[in-house]
């Protein structure tokens, strides 16, 4: 300060303040909404993940259980399976005489050689020809054979058929005939009946047509006259049986009565079917 008058003072700028950052405090607000935006989608997703976790166990344990119920139906039908075929072949074992007569008779036939007479019955599938393969016993043609003749009589229902005899085998005693007309031919059983069977023998006995009787397999024996083996059973038969089916309870022609014991009861003798179906080659 000089002769009392004083300098005016400098003037003290004002001290700039600092404005509000506006665009800074929206990013932090933006940054934590999304933050929690994020938290809430994770616990979403956790649990949601928890809920299809327990979801997969739900599935899991519903396949289970059904497998198990799945199982169980199968075991059960299984089961039913079972006791229904238990009960199918119980019911072919039952012996029904009635229902294998009425099966087999208008397959079989008398036949008429010379003055001989006997059995015979029809077999396998007619031919493309309309031919049928019939067969009978050997003696029963014999006379005919022997004197080179091939034609024979069949008859059944008062109706008389004519037939050839194509084939024979006398060490068997069976022999093969053809009849130019369809029949039904019996099905030939695969293997020799068990004793006990019981069976069933249609034919021509003393010229009494279509008669039945019934008996079980007592044995299957060696020949002792030939090659091969015999069924012995125990249903009656008398002369003029010979040639015709001896047939289990499943309508199978198990074999070709044969002979009888003389001055014996219940000895039936039959040639194996299976004997007839590889010489002939019919069944």
């Not at 139906?73 to 199918?88: C, K």
């Not at 006997?118 to 077999?123: C, I, K, L, T, Y």
């Not at 034609?151 to 069976?174: C, F, P, W």
């Not at 015709?244 to 039959?270: C, F, M, S, W, Y």
Request: hydrophobic share 40%.
């Amino acid at each position: 300060m000089t002769g009392g008058v004083p300098y005016p003072a400098a003037p003290v700028p004002p001290r700039p303040s600092k404005p509000f950052r506006w665009a800074t405090g929206l990013r932090w607000a933006a940054a934590l909404a999304a933050t929690a935006v994020l938290i809430g989608l994770v616990v979403v997703v956790v649990r949601q993940a928890g809920q299809l976790d327990r979801l997969r166990g739900d599935v899991a344990r519903a396949q289970r259980d059904a497998e198990s119920v799945a199982d169980g139906t199968d075991q059960r039908l299984d089961s039913l399976d079972g006791r229904l075929s238990s009960v199918e072949k119980q019911n072919e074992q039952a012996f029904d005489p009635q229902r294998v007569a009425a099966a087999v008779l208008p397959s079989v036939f008398q036949v008429i050689a010379d003055d001989f007479t006997g059995s015979a019955f029809a077999v396998g599938k007619a031919g493309a020809t309309g031919r049928t393969n019939v067969l009978t016993a050997f003696h029963v043609i014999e006379a005919v054979w022997s004197r080179n003749g091939r034609s024979v009589k069949l008859e059944r229902d008062g109706k008389r058929y004519t037939a050839q005899i194509t084939d024979v085998d006398q060490s068997q005693d069976i022999a093969l005939l053809r009849v130019d007309t369809v029949f039904t031919g019996l099905p030939a059983a695969a293997e020799d009946p068990a004793p006990g069977e019981n069976v069933l023998v249609v034919g021509t006995p003393l010229g009494l047509s279509q008669t039945v009787t019934t008996g079980v397999v007592s044995a299957v024996r060696e020949r002792t006259d030939g090659p091969g083996s015999m069924i012995q059973f125990d249903a009656p038969v008398n002369p003029g049986n010979s040639g015709g089916p001896v047939v289990n309870t499943r309508r199978e022609v198990v074999g070709i009565a044969d002979a009888k014991a003389r001055d014996a009861e219940g000895i039936g003798l039959a040639v194996p079917i299976q004997t007839a179906c590889a010489t002939f080659h019919v069944c």
